[in-house]
């Protein structure tokens, strides 16, 4: 690949909108902002399931979980361009759900289902019942197609072994959809809920307070063989999932990081010491300045990353330009709202924490900044 | 003002225009030709630059969209934007006279009078009458509103005693745009400022050139001694010259459209650096086949991407809701810095011979990176410290409070 | 002060001490001991310090070298040296009594009154009386010359009214060294101010614990509600309590060397990071055959070689002579922050598990990475913020001015 | 190899000094501040020869150049720790002469140099007589063992052939000494002054307008077969010639570190803006104390270097710590010194650019940080 400054906007992806977009975005951000405030996080972060069952609902209703679907499956028949936006404003507000899980659970049947399993599946999720993935495992490897989960013929159906960790509001969800591996090939699996025994799900403490994820024993569940979906398309599935994971959490973190430069330039506005408004202070004003100036590169990744998503080759490298600076901002800008706070920031009363810790969450979940840039040397040299 | 054009008539103008740059673009005068108007070093660079200036204008592709009566071509503003880009699409030399269509010329069609206007604009334009700039003074770098060059009114002129600095063609323009202080008296310091048209061959006005930290020229500083010019020189009225600088600086910012056109200096391909990574060897090994180099190229490219989608955004008003101002204020911050870290960065490839500097026959690319990076700080410096941008931009699009 | 023991002495002791040590060093309670005295978080945890305190002093570990006649060893404090030394080598437990020997222990022996240090000293050192610090307040974090805590004299009483924060093991304290306002007139806010060891059984005063960043507990915050204290609690007069709290503070940063002995907290094993990424995987591979995290490694390497030097040679008075205080005083910055950025480091090595925290039994090293990211910054921030301590090296080494 | 925190100072080395070494530093401290004040150093920018030979004569005279040198062979029989200080006065007041080329070329002598060649010249070069290295090459290779110049047995002796760059002060060597590749190994070759043609010196350009270095064309240079040094000792003697220049470096970088910070802060402490000292502003003023702690950390690896150098194992580890570090800390120190002086700081008449340029050399010859990292990772995991 050849390039000059230029073309590097041209040739990887420049930048666009739709209508649907714009409007979806003013809508989520009423949406998330009203839903969500602050108080109702923390009381989130200590309710077993984590979430409000009641915007999990009006979420549905909004038609949000099917944006990226087909007309003919139910959904809106729009694309992960529409999607991002209203994860960004999510972001923003902490505001968890399984929304992002569902909707790629979603894009990776669509990758390698059959009709009948997406015509099962994919109007129920955007119904609102939930669909998960469980594609990490003990080796903590990012890479999706490392997978030591096992599928074995067993009479009419298949046999799994193994075990799957971050598995997201896997307690509540009606299906997940798992990586095994069968004879040596990476298949993707429908286990149905009444198909996990008692005990096989752990919930795990994670980084990220407002989320729940479950540890899954796979062990002693059995599938149908028309729960795998098409071999041949594994590999597509696990690109379309890693990329529409990627862009996701993108955007949230864009959302996060300007939430975390918003509170902190508020309590720079208010806070005095010395007689002054801390915000006075270059040694505060500058560096979130510059929190505020990787904020905006990040968000203008995100915004290529939705526009150009799916596009050949340019698709992947806009998102994975896109996490990595997102990863970057989201961490800096995060760090420094804990410091900023002084002694406050040091309590878990004070939200900075929740941002830093929403951004360790995301550098940890398909890939960090460093694993990327190693993804994109791959693909631009 | 002239009617929008259609597309069609768009088309037909940007064939033409691009038959008349094919045609008329300079080849390689055989010397170096500066990347930006502050770095005019040689009378030959000087003369080059100055007739290519006038071949532009007088082709009709340049102050296009400036009225007819002035010595503009009258034209809906699209054409001349048409026009510049294709000029920069062949790459032409850079258009000398910046301070005089970029900054003296809008700022006199705004508000300037008639008489004005008749006598500056057709001379800047066809480069005979060159302009500088006469703000920073060198006591008072980043601090303009604290100009002390005082202009005394004496009968029908106006008597200058004082010094300006970092005057890119001060030695060889024939007007100056200045800031001045005509009075210590006022609420504040900003009170006492006056904006003059200053002819630069009045007697008592003299100029230094200024060797610059990469070795070359490009720069004056004026002393004003006891100098003398016409009092209908005085823009506006004396008080006014505050207001007039920062309209003027917002011509520079590129807020105000009513361009003459053209482009003053040859932004740095920040690309090239990847090819001279790709070119480059170490340990025997492509550069690139290191990955620790290869993870700091991305990190660039991933950074120059962003500022060039950033600059796509701030036209799309829908993405820059919540601050719309955001993208341009941090702009020159962010452009400034990046390109200094990374033509810093573009001097690690080079191994030992990182040592050449410009002008030896071994020095990489005749020494380019060097004089880049080192070149890098004039924009990291001037035209308002990036210290100073940050607090702009801490202040303007995050209200955080003004330091005290 | 006992005379000067011989390398003989010396020997002889470290011997003893290395078999008490080795003897009674307690293993592994089955539960988590705090790594810091700000970290103590449940009774079990309290109370097994207390008692391992207790069993130190009373076998002459601690306080050997205070005087005999308030509860101490009365040796020369080389001998002191030698035994922390060997607790440290054996990994003992900390010492919870920090702000008791640490602090007000040297103060009260340096300027107490006969009567303070016979009612004081050795409960400090057998930890039966717990000590806690009053001097940060919630509206001044940084600022503790602008402490508002109001002590009024009340016939033979002080009568206490106001809160201060960040108070580790304030719910569990008998005393507080107190910074406390006794007056709001005088020449600045310094003046009135007034230092005491109070007791915190009085009524009117009331912690609450507050959860930290980490989630675990440390800290109190403590509410003085007309809560009255003898007035001999008062130390020195009133008005003196900025000079003793300036010089209480030297104590804790090591100026004075009059210590109790032991040690407050566990400091990171910087190189455990080493060892972490030895055994982490990346892609199937170990990590640290990724040139890329292997240079980010090796900086660190580079950095904490470079503060193990600087410790070194801040105490080879030739190797420091042209600003001899520069390497004590950044030292807290640049360890801090070297701390901070390193644990952060460490979080990305751990792939996907990097999602789990302390206590997940997938966690690594049970998430004490991630405790000790989150941890470091009670360091950048508690002691003057890593901005304040920029300005301390800034003003007294390099002698740039004050901001105003 | 196995850490900790602890055992990194002492396995890596600890510090320490000679009473030699404090002495020479004090003497050399006053010597290079009263030899070369800065505009001493202009007027010698501006000299063909780049620097004083009274000087120099003086220097001979302290016996400098024969530190490292053993009384035998007419020095002062004491090792490289006691070079290192003089070279830091030297960084820090940029007296450039050829005391550091001349130093090493006596380190590479001692170590493959036989009795009668050590004989003939380490007493000259005790006594002021220049000796220097010929070592890069067009590729620009920091691995001084890749060397494509040759030498071919030619009568009694080899015929030279080849390019040489930055062969300091070559123009006024008695002694030049260059490697050259004979029969696929590379050998050490002693090439007299009056050996080396008309026109086969060219004076570079280059960054650090303080010094002078040559490009030597070693076609039509014939030498006799007594001018080779020992081949079975090449390695070593490349190995020393190496960490002798980097410590050297290393210690020049340091003084002009200090020199740099010293600089700027006296500007901060003495320009106003906006009615205030441009100190005061923590935009400028915390940077600055991050140079200085950053110059602090170099130092302390430089004389730890130089107090380990030759150490077997541990002497290699502390030299590359120390030119990594003082070479990081003279980059941001320099850049940082332009940039806070603003519109001056652009000048050439603005110190600043004299230590940034000298920086920028000091990188690019034998190695800069990131090369010393990799290196030190070959070394350390």
Same mark, same amino acid.
Request: charged letters at 25%; aromatic letters at 10%; a negative charge.
């Given at each position: 690949?050849?390039?000059?400054?230029?073309?590097?906007?041209?040739?990887?992806?420049?930048?666009?909108?739709?209508?649907?977009?714009?409007?979806?975005?003013?809508?989520?951000?009423?949406?998330?902002?009203?839903?969500?405030?602050?108080?109702?996080?923390?009381?989130?972060?200590? /309710?077993?399931?984590?979430?409000?069952?009641?915007?999990?609902?009006?979420?549905?209703?909004?038609?949000?979980?099917?944006?990226?679907?087909?007309?003919?499956?139910?959904?809106?028949?729009?694309?992960?361009?529409?999607?991002?936006?209203?994860?960004?404003?999510?972001?923003?507000?902490?505001?968890?759900?399984?929304?992002?899980?569902?909707?790629?659970?979603?894009?990776?049947?669509?990758?390698?289902?059959?009709?009948?399993?997406?015509?099962?599946?994919?109007?129920?999720?955007?119904?609102?019942?939930?669909?998960?993935?469980?594609?990490?495992?003990?080796?903590?490897?990012?890479?999706?197609?490392?997978?030591?989960?096992?599928?074995?013929?067993?009479? /009419?159906?298949?046999?799994?072994?193994?075990?799957?960790?971050?598995?997201?509001?896997?307690?509540?969800?009606?299906?997940?959809?798992?990586?095994?591996?069968?004879?040596?090939?990476?298949?993707?699996?429908?286990?149905?809920?009444?198909?996990?025994?008692?005990?096989?799900?752990?919930?795990?403490?994670?980084?990220?307070? $407002?989320?729940?994820?479950?540890?899954?024993?796979? /062990?002693?569940? $059995?599938?149908?063989?028309?729960?795998?979906?098409?071999?041949?398309?594994?590999?597509?599935?696990?690109?379309?999932?890693?990329?529409?994971?990627?862009?996701?959490?993108?955007?949230?973190?864009?959302?996060?990081?300007?939430?975390?430069? /918003?509170?902190?330039?508020?309590?720079?506005?208010?806070?005095?010491?010395?007689?002054?408004?801390?915000?006075?202070?270059?040694?505060?004003?500058?560096?979130?300045?510059?929190?505020?100036?990787?904020?905006?590169?990040?968000?203008?990744?995100?915004?290529?990353?939705?526009?150009?998503?799916?596009?050949?080759?340019?698709?992947?490298?806009?998102?994975?330009?896109?996490?990595?600076?997102?990863?970057?901002?989201?961490?800096?800008?995060?760090?420094?709202?804990?410091?900023?706070?002084?002694?406050?920031?040091?309590?878990?009363?004070?939200?900075?924490?929740?941002?830093?810790?929403?951004?360790?969450?995301?550098?940890?979940?398909?890939?960090?900044?460093?694993?990327?840039?190693?993804?994109?040397?791959?693909?631009?040299? | 003002?002239?009617?929008? &054009?259609?597309?069609? %008539?768009?088309?037909?103008?940007?064939?033409?225009? *691009?038959? =008349?740059?094919?045609?008329?673009?300079?080849?390689?005068?055989?010397?170096?030709?500066?990347?930006?108007?502050?770095?005019?070093?040689?009378?030959?660079?000087?003369?080059?630059?100055?007739?290519?200036?006038?071949?532009?204008? %007088?082709?009709?592709?340049?102050?296009?969209? =400036? &009225?007819?009566?002035?010595?503009?071509?009258?034209?809906?503003?699209?054409?001349?934007?048409?026009?510049?880009?294709?000029?920069?699409?062949?790459?032409?030399?850079?258009?000398?006279?910046?301070?005089?269509?970029? =900054?003296?010329?809008?700022?006199?069609?705004?508000?300037?009078?008639?008489?004005?206007?008749?006598?500056?604009?057709?001379?800047?334009?066809?480069?005979?009458?060159?302009?500088?700039?006469?703000?920073?003074? &060198?006591? !008072?770098?980043?601090?303009?509103?604290?100009?002390?060059?005082?202009?005394?009114?004496?009968?029908?002129?106006?008597?200058?005693?004082?010094?300006?600095?970092? +005057?890119?063609?001060? *030695?060889?323009?024939?007007?100056?745009?200045?800031?001045?202080?005509?009075? !210590?008296?006022?609420?504040?310091?900003?009170?006492?400022?006056?904006?003059?048209?200053?002819?630069?061959?009045? &007697?008592?006005?003299?100029?230094?050139?200024?060797?610059?930290?990469?070795?070359?020229?490009?720069?004056?500083?004026?002393?004003?001694?006891?100098?003398?010019?016409?009092?209908?020189?005085?823009?506006?009225?004396?008080?006014?010259?505050?207001?007039?600088?920062?309209? +003027?600086?917002?011509?520079?910012?590129?807020?105000?459209?009513?361009?003459?056109?053209?482009?003053?200096?040859?932004?740095?391909?920040?690309?090239?650096?990847? %090819?001279?990574?790709?070119?480059?060897?170490?340990?025997?090994?492509?550069?690139?086949?290191?990955?620790?180099?290869?993870?700091?190229?991305?990190?660039?490219?991933?950074?120059?991407?962003?500022?060039?989608?950033?600059?796509?955004?701030?036209?799309?008003?829908?993405?820059?809701? *919540?601050?719309?101002?955001?993208?341009?204020?941090?702009?020159?911050?962010?452009?400034?810095?990046?390109?200094?870290?990374?033509?810093?960065?573009?001097?690690?490839?080079?191994?030992?011979?990182?040592?050449?500097?410009? *002008?030896?026959?071994?020095?990489?690319?005749?020494?380019?990176?060097?004089?880049?990076?080192?070149?890098?700080?004039?924009?990291?410096?001037?035209?308002?410290?990036?210290?100073?941008?940050?607090?702009?931009?801490? %202040?303007?699009?995050?209200?955080?409070?003004?330091?005290?």
């Amino acid at each position: 690949m050849a390039f000059s400054e230029e073309n590097l906007a041209n040739h990887l992806g420049g930048l666009g909108y739709s209508e649907e977009q714009i409007e979806l975005m003013d809508v989520a951000t009423s949406f998330c902002r009203d839903k969500s405030p602050i108080d109702k996080v923390r009381k989130l972060m200590a /309710d077993e399931r984590g979430y409000d069952a009641q915007v999990w609902q009006e979420i549905a209703e909004l038609g949000w979980l099917g944006i990226a679907i087909p007309e003919a499956h139910g959904g809106v028949g729009l694309s992960m361009a529409e999607v991002a936006p209203i994860a960004e404003q999510m972001g923003r507000r902490l505001l968890t759900t399984p929304f992002a899980t569902c909707t790629v659970a979603a894009q990776a049947l669509l990758a390698a289902g059959d009709e009948v399993q997406c015509g099962e599946w994919l109007p129920r999720i955007v119904a609102g019942e939930i669909a998960t993935l469980a594609l990490s495992e003990p080796h903590g490897d990012w890479t999706l197609s490392h997978v030591e989960a096992t599928a074995k013929p067993n009479g /009419d159906g298949y046999a799994l072994s193994g075990t799957k960790q971050f598995v997201a509001y896997a307690k509540d969800a009606a299906l997940v959809i798992a990586t095994v591996n069968v004879d040596g090939a990476v298949r993707l699996a429908l286990i149905e809920q009444s198909a996990i025994p008692d005990g096989a799900l752990r919930r795990e403490i994670i980084v990220d307070e $407002t989320r729940r994820t479950y540890e899954l024993t796979l /062990d002693g569940i $059995t599938i149908p063989a028309s729960a795998l979906l098409d071999a041949g398309r594994s590999a597509t599935a696990l690109g379309q999932i890693e990329l529409a994971s990627a862009l996701l959490q993108a955007a949230e973190m864009c959302g996060g990081t300007q939430s975390a430069i /918003d509170y902190t330039v508020e309590y720079l506005k208010t806070r005095k010491q010395f007689g002054k408004l801390i915000g006075e202070y270059q040694a505060l004003k500058h560096p979130i300045t510059n929190a505020y100036v990787a904020y905006e590169k990040a968000r203008s990744h995100m915004l290529s990353a939705a526009h150009n998503f799916g596009q050949q080759g340019v698709g992947e490298i806009a998102v994975r330009m896109a996490k990595a600076s997102a990863d970057k901002a989201y961490s800096f800008a995060a760090d420094r709202a804990v410091q900023f706070h002084g002694g406050f920031g040091f309590t878990h009363d004070c939200d900075a924490g929740l941002y830093r810790r929403s951004a360790i969450w995301h550098a940890s979940q398909f890939g960090d900044a460093a694993w990327h840039r190693a993804k994109l040397a791959d693909l631009l040299f | 003002m002239a009617t929008r &054009p259609t597309a069609a %008539e768009l088309a037909d103008y940007e064939a033409q225009a *691009d038959a =008349w740059f094919r045609e008329n673009t300079p080849k390689d005068p055989g010397f170096m030709l500066p990347l930006t108007f502050m770095e005019v070093s040689t009378d030959q660079q000087f003369e080059f630059l100055c007739a290519w200036q006038r071949k532009v204008y %007088e082709a009709g592709y340049l102050g296009a969209s =400036w &009225p007819t009566e002035y010595g503009g071509g009258g034209m809906h503003p699209d054409f001349q934007r048409i026009a510049t880009k294709v000029m920069k699409k062949y790459d032409g030399p850079i258009m000398l006279n910046a301070i005089g269509i970029g =900054w003296a010329g809008p700022l006199i069609l705004d508000i300037g009078s008639e008489e004005e206007k008749k006598k500056y604009i057709k001379g800047m334009l066809s480069a005979e009458d060159i302009w500088c700039q006469g703000f920073s003074e &060198p006591e !008072n770098g980043s601090d303009l509103g604290n100009a002390q060059l005082k202009a005394v009114r004496d009968g029908d002129e106006y008597v200058l005693n004082g010094s300006k600095i970092w +005057t890119s063609l001060g *030695d060889r323009a024939k007007y100056m745009i200045l800031l001045a202080r005509t009075s !210590n008296e006022g609420p504040n310091k900003y009170a006492g400022l006056s904006f003059f048209l200053a002819p630069m061959h009045a &007697p008592g006005i003299e100029t230094r050139r200024i060797k610059k930290l990469t070795g070359e020229y490009g720069f004056v500083q004026c002393f004003f001694t006891d100098a003398r010019i016409p009092a209908e020189c005085l823009m506006g009225k004396e008080g006014d010259g505050w207001q007039i600088a920062m309209k +003027t600086l917002e011509y520079e910012r590129g807020a105000k459209v009513n361009l003459a056109g053209g482009y003053f200096l040859k932004e740095l391909d920040a690309m090239g650096v990847v %090819e001279l990574a790709r070119q480059s060897q170490r340990g025997g090994k492509a550069l690139l086949d290191d990955p620790v180099m290869k993870d700091r190229m991305i990190d660039f490219m991933i950074d120059i991407q962003a500022l060039n989608l950033n600059n796509q955004r701030r036209r799309m008003g829908p993405l820059v809701q *919540d601050r719309p101002m955001g993208l341009a204020l941090m702009n020159k911050l962010a452009r400034t810095e990046m390109i200094r870290e990374l033509t810093e960065f573009s001097l690690s490839f080079q191994g030992t011979r990182g040592g050449y500097y410009v *002008d030896d026959p071994c020095a990489v690319d005749n020494g380019y990176w060097h004089r880049s990076y080192l070149n890098s700080f004039s924009a990291t410096i001037g035209g308002g410290t990036s210290e100073i941008q940050r607090n702009i931009v801490a %202040e303007h699009v995050l209200g955080l409070p003004k330091g005290r």
